[in-house]
């Protein structure tokens, strides 16, 4: 979850972030989270990617996948992010759980990117008890920190979803909104893997026979919990008459681990609807319309405006922006001024064996990974990830596996380009692209204008030196801020992980072969 406010002085803001998938609630408990929703403007087109930018993945080198924790790598400096510029209109900023955007040297940690304060881990999961993680063998670390430093003393072995809970309960207690507003970005670990839970909550899942399923409802009702306690707080504490609260999950559901995304296609790390379309609501007392849903398109990106303008802040000329303020749409149900989202296009994952220039019309050429959605229509060239259709995993083990067949995909093996009418199709199950040519067309020509704007993909290889155990056993900077200058002089050796925008032409092929076999999975 996370907590952003509005102007300076009267109003607070709310926006949760969890990693709860779209669709498929049955037999998951979660009446507070059901309250919420039912007196908030629900966002019907939430689409997310895999990272919570004001802009695209191809703008800031990260379109390729998640930043490891081994990797040199962080979200661009340049960067401006959304609790800057809430400083700037006058916030306080502060973030509890999961930061997972880099951490290789100082400068790229929570509190140096515009948080008063942070609490939480550095990377996207680990242990929920023991708040440890291995990234390979011999790779291992606690994960847990307070500031800039880790936080032996605050840990008591605590599930991380009520300890998170607790503290921001604590720092809505100690802030006085009147004094100053306040934006509290919290990012919980749940429903993300390991299945951990309080064996209290899986009690009320006994019925459950899938395994997987049963834990991951029981994290729901944990989650759920917590929604309510946090509600609570905000209104024991002065907050909530001017609040906005933002609920947002991060991806698609992984059914691997107990996620679902039926009728959804496809899963987290895919390009289809199951992947990159998300639970998404704002719930707030200024909501002008409560109770009904945006239909319009909206995007992760879109937040970054929508709040700092709602926040008194300002944008910036001149600063390049990939979402819009839809307030109004989110608000007062007016049309979205969103038309279009580019999902991604991604240069190095896996190539389509048969795609080809001359599939995508000498515009494109389709073994790359992309996708575009356009008023109804959603393009994808490429791979777009594991394409199943996968049922609710409340059947038992035997029967999801039969069930699980008949609705595997077999007729679009081989095939780089699709194209579907999402509002008339959300489960995509109709290809169209052989019926409307001049349609797939037009959006390869978009395809080619967005990559134009591209920036190189960076993804950088293992630095040996992040391994915790040259930092006392703790996940952490590992690079010296006097080490920096050093980067200019290594870009030529980054190059190996750099690739052109221009698909064919890279450097330094006899090392690319190697990346290029990598898959993006977040």
């Not at 973030?95 to 609490?119: A, I, N, S």
């Not at 819009?324 to 296009?345: A, K, M, T």
């Not at 001359?358 to 494109?364: D, I, S, V």
């Not at 008023?375 to 394409?387: C, I, Q």
């Amino acid at each position: 979850m996370s907590l952003p406010p509005l102007p300076p002085g009267t109003r607070s803001t709310h926006t949760p972030y969890t990693h709860t998938p779209y669709t498929h609630t049955l037999h998951t408990h979660t009446p507070y989270t059901h309250t919420l929703h039912t007196h908030t403007l629900h966002t019907h087109l939430h689409h997310v990617s895999s990272s919570s930018l004001p802009r695209y993945q191809i703008h800031t080198g990260l379109q390729h996948s998640i930043i490891r924790p081994t990797q040199p790598n962080c979200l661009p400096l340049e960067n401006v992010t959304l609790p800057q510029k809430l400083k700037e209109a006058g916030y306080a900023t502060h973030m509890v759980g999961k930061w997972h955007l880099g951490f290789y040297k100082r400068g790229c940690m929570p509190t140096q990117r515009g948080f008063d304060t942070f609490f939480g881990s550095l990377l996207g999961s680990g242990d929920y008890y023991r708040h440890y993680k291995c990234d390979g063998p011999g790779m291992c670390g606690y994960d847990l920190h307070e500031g800039e430093e880790a936080a032996w003393e605050q840990d008591r072995g605590v599930y991380s979803t009520l300890m998170y809970t607790q503290k921001a309960v604590s720092i809505l207690a100690s802030h006085r909104p009147r004094h100053r507003p306040l934006f509290l970005y919290l990012a919980y670990q749940a429903v993300h893997s390991p299945l951990q839970v309080p064996a209290r909550y899986l009690e009320r899942y006994r019925s459950i026979p899938n395994l997987h399923r049963r834990k991951y409802a029981a994290m729901v009702s944990c989650l759920d919990e917590a929604v309510h306690n946090l509600t609570a707080a905000l209104k024991r504490y002065g907050y909530y008459d001017n609040a906005v609260i933002v609920y947002s999950s991060d991806n698609g559901g992984q059914p691997l681990a107990g996620g679902s995304n039926w009728p959804l296609r496809g899963s987290k790390g895919t390009l289809w609807e199951g992947g990159i379309r998300a639970v998404g609501f704002v719930h707030s007392p200024l909501l002008m319309r409560k109770g009904t849903r945006c239909q319009g398109l909206v995007h992760i990106t879109d937040w970054y405006p929508t709040l700092v303008t709602l926040a008194g802040g300002s944008l910036g000329e001149g600063q390049s922006l990939d979402g819009y303020d839809v307030w109004e749409s989110v608000s007062e149900g007016r049309p979205s001024p969103r038309r279009e989202i580019l999902h991604n296009i991604d240069p190095i994952y896996t190539r389509a064996k048969n795609g080809s220039w001359k599939a995508g019309y000498g515009l494109w050429n389709t073994a790359v990974q992309a996708a575009l959605r356009v008023g109804p229509w959603k393009l994808l060239t490429g791979v777009p990830g594991y394409a199943d259709w996968v049922p609710p995993q409340t059947f038992s083990t035997t029967l999801l596996a039969k069930r699980w067949q008949s609705e595997r995909v077999r007729s679009d093996r081989g095939q780089s380009v699709w194209l579907f009418n999402i509002s008339a199709d959300p489960y995509e199950r109709v290809d169209l692209s052989g019926r409307y040519p001049h349609v797939v067309k037009k959006m390869l020509m978009r395809l080619v204008r967005y990559n134009r704007t591209a920036v190189p993909v960076r993804y950088p290889a293992k630095d040996y030196r992040s391994n915790p155990q040259y930092n006392g056993g703790v996940w952490g900077p590992w690079q010296k801020e006097e080490d920096d200058e050093d980067e200019d002089d290594d870009d030529d050796d980054m190059e190996n992980n750099v690739f052109s925008n221009h698909f064919g032409q890279t450097k330094r092929k006899g090392k690319l072969r190697w990346k290029s076999k990598l898959r993006g999975k977040s």
